[in-house]
């Protein structure tokens, strides 16, 4: 069989509401972010490597010089033995992003999306976006411990969902855009050590924490049907400020992620927010075109490494 050079593309990704909680079965609101992507490149080579290049993590490897819990390596081979792919023939495939790492945009599952996107390409395997999403999780969840599964689903999807584990996702249909700004305070952060602390404090005191959860779920609740035309904007910001506030308690918050929200918030934005594990990584705030510039140059004075913007259209598409 004659295999064809070929690419594919995932976007970043944002955690409206629901992070943590999702882990614990509660629902879960995210948001694709096009204005950063990671796209894998495959080629055919000669001989019988499979060569991978990952320069923004300094990978120059075959495959076979990889540890085996890589999880480059371990998507490559799950993809094989899954697919009974016995031709893994030679090839190079070559891995960029623009997506911040450890800040909470979902790095490794846009990675990881995209390398499956492209070797379903190259093998003709037309995989659908549930089998995607399946491999991928698989692959998160070497990297993460226990992820809820937002990650590779919205990814996957790339349009805004509710996602409630062991559910079906849920596409949500919004009826006017939105523009957020998402601030990264430059602190790298793990989603697999904030999941694995909020895990132990939840073993400590099971009832105040579950009690945390079921609140962070109504407040998803309630911004699903803002999102969908059954409230209003300022609404939904104040939610945003519920639901951070929450995240403080439960003790994934930071002195850079609070100064962030408070300075977005004290700068126009209808509400804010951290998004992702916490502990560093990012937030977001949602601005209307009046405030967008104000609220950006004040998170830059506040600290932010970097502002992104990302607009979610009626449509569902998001736009950077």
């Known amino acids: 069989m004659n295999y064809q ?36 490149e495959i080629s055919p080579s000669f001989g019988n490597e499979i ?13 076979h010089e990889l540890p085996a819990n890589h999880p480059l390596a371990a998507l490559l081979n799950l993809i094989q033995n899954t697919y009974k792919i016995n031709d893994f023939e030679a090839f190079t495939i070559r891995v960029h992003s623009t997506i911040p790492v450890a800040a909470g945009l979902g790095s490794s599952a846009a990675v990881s999306v995209a390398i499956t996107r492209a070797i379903s390409q190259f093998f003709g395997l037309a995989l659908d976006n549930p089998q995607i999403s399946n491999l991928v999780y698989e692959i998160e969840k070497i990297q993460h411990g226990s992820p ?25 249909n ?28 939840r073993e400590m005191e099971l009832d ?28 939904l910001g104040e939610l945003l400020n519920q639901n951070h506030g929450i995240l ?6 930071c002195h850079a992620l609070d100064t962030l929200v408070t300075t977005a ?29 104000k609220v950006r140059a004040a998170l830059i004075v ?11 259209e009626p449509t569902g598409q998001a736009h950077g």
């Not at 070929?6 to 948001?31: D, M, Q, T, W």
């Not at 809820?148 to 996702?169: A, E, K, M």
């Not at 998402?182 to 602390?197: E, L, N, Q, R």
């Not at 209808?270 to 992702?276: D, E, T």
């Open 51 to 63: 060569r991978i290049l990952a320069p923004d993590i300094h990978i120059d490897s075959t495959l």
């Open 148 to 172: 809820s599964g937002i990650d590779n689903s919205v990814i996957t999807y790339q349009q805004p969902i509710l996602f409630q584990r062991d559910l079906p996702i849920l596409p949500i």
């Open 5 to 40: 050079s070929c690419s594919a593309n995932a976007p970043g990704k944002i955690i409206l509401f629901g992070e943590h909680a999702a882990v614990y079965g509660r629902p879960a609101i995210a948001i694709p972010v096009t204005q950063v992507k990671a796209i894998a």
């Open 265 to 293: 918030i004290d700068s126009g934005a209808y509400g804010a927010k951290l998004c992702g594990g916490g502990d560093g990584g990012n937030m977001i705030a949602l601005v209307s075109e009046k405030t967008i510039e």
């Open 208 to 235: 105040r924490y579950n009690q945390y959860f079921d609140e962070i779920a109504a407040i998803t609740v309630k911004a699903k049907n803002i999102l969908e035309g059954s409230g209003t904007i300022t609404q």
């Open 174 to 201: 919004l009826t006017q855009p939105f523009t957020f700004l998402v601030g990264d305070t430059g602190i790298p952060s793990k989603t697999s050590a904030s999941v694995g602390k909020v895990r132990k404090a």
């Open 248 to 253: 403080q308690k439960i003790g994934v918050s």
């Open 302 to 312: 506040a600290g932010a490494v970097r502002v992104i913007t990302t607009n979610i």
